[in-house]
């Protein structure tokens, strides 16, 4: 096993890296009641104090620590991007494989809703979601959910494809396997490997997306610590106070970096057609 | 050939419908419309007036009528190429369209035009030294436009002038055919900031094409062949790597002919994305079909065209 | 009528003129450069209420009265050379100035003047300032001779004539109004003011150029005026700072932050603190529960610090607790020193915490749960915040709900809240009449926590009719008074708001208006070299 994990950092060195940024990630978000010296919402400390002993991130405009809140804001945007993405990528993938196995008309006409839903812009999309569900954490991974659940379903869609019609599953179909077996034994294992590099990159997706829907009024509530809304806030006064744009936006950058070096090292070492170069 | 165009151009009609019987219903299932919005947004008359003047104004725009009847008279102008006024502006769709798409066009070309020049030749290098430390700095470089939302990469660029040149990009828009020199003067700025962001997934595209390229056979025979032989078949190898790439590319495109909201508010370049924001924010349903749908159209137009370059290059594509 | 505020603005252009000395000659040329916060859409300044279409065609017309631009508290004629009362206060006559043109050529008479009011007072076309001001006041309009009108007024009112000042009571070409139906689009544009329309990019800029035969000689000092339409905070100020705008919008005003950063950047600015004559309210829904329970909004009431929303949310900038600003309306506000004896207003809170806290678990024992709506526009989020914290000191825990700009008046106006964390409101018409009719009677507009107050009613009502100036103003201390004293209002009003601005030395004789809609005009205003 730390063979395996040693092959791994050695192979791969960003995607340790990566994995590693993901990792103390987790870590903050888990115990983010324990390492946040405050409140995510609590004020009553003086406005735009720069960073200092007592405060190592420095305060917001409201009057709180930035710190606490960037904290806060790893099991926020974490649990944002991956509930969001789990369920979308998710759901779309199932989508993806049931109408790429069964054909026909259902799969036709499901095409055409995933088109028409991908047609659409994305942001617009998402803040007519939010303002019809209102503004709130749960509503942002459902408006989130809905903009990854079809390009899930398209790209899960063309792989399945791709294995249906490989033989064996021909095979087993012709030998009376139940198609629910079929799926469930060698189809959607085939697919893992996109589903879980479809995973990573999207959950960075989903955080940076939600930072942008809150620049434009529609993302989280203000007071939960998201650092897509810390951010918003920050670059109102980003002369005053620079710190509130550079830490959220280091976490966020940290964030999508590590997402994506490990993402990129599992479509590396998983998909076949990757490995290896010129020699 | 034909019969696979003719095919992909009929699935337009029931995207497109779907696609605008999405944002029919998304849009009413928003709170608040045209008339409300107007008559509430001042406070200054009794309630008693107020209720009068929605229903008066809804009557006006036809919002009293049922709903489904509302989409067909909207689909029967669409059809006939009317697309009705705007509620807000009181004057028709059809000009507010003409006006905003050729800024968000060129906008979208430009930064497609910066994105290729700076995100291929990365993915390219990417792809040839993979695992040397030159392929990691080649990644790092290309995530990091990823790595901030557009709003903050923007808002840095705008006030990094500021503070460092005491300059700032135009303000006000003039046509490139007008002004070329101002034009750009104004739009490189929004332009680089998205092709910076959007130039991540290419170069990630353009490194897995091209390492699976690289692999084949051929390849590795003509390394071994020499030189000369060498430099053809990589050129030939990269034409067939970047052929899904130019699909994801025309995908972005068409993504961005839509107009990227942030970078046109921060910029202030009054494109489609400004405008569409605008609309949806004033209930102006009108607009916000119309400009949906040019967006639908022109999505789906520039995958196919993409499509068929496709398969047009390679013959060995075949079409399910 | 208000010395106090006459006092204040002549000592703010007297700070504004000190680089230059007042013996300075206007020069003539020049292009003025400023922003709006957003795009007007529709140009038509009788049927439309947002600020920014009031920027972007103030230059361009005229009315029969408006504030000097001089003196921006005092009224005096504008098309209206001078005008009389009947002794009875019902019948004003104004009389015309003569060899007036519109932009266009055409001559200006008294059938435009008849025009405009026909249709802004008809009880089916939609004006929600002007009209809605007028429209109590005014019965008929006449044109007596091409140069002469009369106005025969539903009572004598005290507001009429500074209602009628207001530059949303601009007056249109009776041709253009009959050529074009409304006054939206920019061809429409049609003047007798100092500047004509003479671009629209909508979404870029707006621009005004000289009117070469205004009817004052010699004004405007102005070659143009330019808007750029720029949206959002870090935009404009980085417009600001680059020298790109030589003053700031009305609305929303800097903050106290952005003034410090335009500061640092640039040394050829004054930067200076104003009134904006607009008032901060948190509003309680008295039509359901809990806030149907007047010991409720009490305790609301009692719990808010305004002092600290005013010290922390305005940054300072503004004056808590009053129902009228002594700066703006002198005299008919009750006393500062009253003002801040008032319950809920008291320093420190000891006592009306504690009381708030006890009428909270009188009801609601082990806390009450709310959800406190807002809209997300400029720092509301950031005043949303403190007010949640406020009330959670006396059990109260609100989560806040935050709506879509135009989607949230909407809910406010339909009822659909049981608090609003802050709403702020401009007044349209300096006196003193306004916060009452708009806010606090039983069928004003604004009154979204539908709280019917039949003492109110009376008083405000009796106001509005009093011909007396001391009489009017014992009503409004009898109001101010009834509603701070009960403590149970449904719109709590937190403080006047009061902004930082800046002005680029270069420009001479630019005064704050006593509105924020009014004196954008820039008629006398001149650039220096």
Known sequence: ?279 | MRQYVARRLALFVPTLVGASLLVFVLMRLVPGDIAEILVYQTGSESSVIQTKQIQQIRAELGLDRPVAIQYLAWMGGALRGDFGQSYTQRRPVWDILAERVPRSLELAVLTLAIAVVWAIPLGVISAVRQNSWLDYAARVLSLSGLSLPLFVTGVLILYGLVRLFRWIPPLEFVAFTENPVENLKQLIWPALCQAYYISAPITRLTRSEMLEVIRHDYVRTARAKGLAERAVVYRHALKNALLPVVTFIGWWGGRLLGGVVIMEMIFVVPGMGTALLHAVSQRDYPTVQAMIFVMALVFLTVNLVVDLLYAWIDPRIRYA | MTTSLIARILAVSLLLTTAASAQEKPRQGGILNWFDYGDPGRLDVHAESPLVVQQATAGVYSGLLHYDPEEPAKVIGDLAERWTVSPDGKTYTFHLRKGVKWHDGQPFSSADVKATFDRILNPDFKSPKCGASLKPIVASVEAVDPNTVTFQLKFPAAPFVPSLASAWCRIAAKHVLAKYGDLNAPEAQIGTGPFKFKKYERGSVIEWERNPSYFIPGLPYLDGVKQFILVGGPTQLAAAKASKVMLWDAWPPMRKTQADELRRARDDVEIYQAPINTIFLIYLNARKPPFNNPDLRRAVNLAIDRQELVAKSLEGAGVPCAILDPKLVGDFALPLEEVAKTPGCRQPKDQDLAEAKRLVEKHHPGGLDIEVGLRSVGNYADRAQLVVSQLRKVGIRGTLKTHESAAGFAAWGKGDFTMIATQDRSMDVNDPSGIFHIVYTTEAGSNYGRLSDAKVDELAERALREGNRDRRKQLYWELQRHILGRADTASIPVGWVEGWFFLDKRLRNYKHGVTTYDNNTFMKVWLAQ
């Open chain 1, 1 to 279: 096993m730390l063979a395996a994990l040693g092959r791994f950092v050695v192979r791969q060195p960003l995607g340790a890296a990566g994995a590693l940024v993901v990792l103390a990630l987790v870590a903050v978000a888990v115990l983010a009641p324990r390492l946040a010296p405050h409140g995510p919402k609590e004020t009553g400390f003086a406005p735009y104090v720069a960073p200092s002993a007592e405060f190592p991130m420095g305060t917001d405009q409201v009057g709180r620590d930035v710190l606490s809140r960037v904290i806060w804001g790893a099991r926020l945007s974490l649990y944002v991007g991956l509930a969001s993405v789990v369920l979308g990528i998710t759901l779309g993938s199932l989508w993806g494989v049931a109408t790429a196995y069964f054909g026909g008309a259902a799969d036709a006409g499901s095409q055409r809703v995933v088109d028409s839903l991908m047609a659409l812009p994305p942001i617009i999309l998402a803040l007519s979601l939010m303002a019809a569900l209102g503004q709130s954490v749960t509503n942002v991974i459902l408006a989130l959910t809905i903009l990854l659940t079809p390009t899930a379903a398209r790209t899960v869609r063309s792989v399945a494809l791709g294995v249906a019609a490989a033989p064996y599953v021909e095979a087993a179909r012709a030998t009376g396997g139940s198609n629910w077996r079929i799926i469930r034994r060698h189809v959607i294992p085939n697919c893992m490997a996109s589903y879980i590099v479809l995973m990573t990159t999207n959950v960075s997706y989903a955080i940076v997306v939600e930072a942008s829907l809150s620049f434009l009024g529609a993302g989280a509530p203000p007071d939960e610590p998201s650092w897509g809304g810390m951010l918003t806030a920050g670059v109102q006064a980003l002369e005053t106070a620079p710190w509130m744009v550079f830490f959220p936006g280091l976490a966020i950058s940290l964030a999508v970096f590590g997402l994506n070096l490990l993402g990129d090292s599992i479509r590396d070492l998983t998909d076949p057609r990757l490995r290896g170069g010129l020699g």
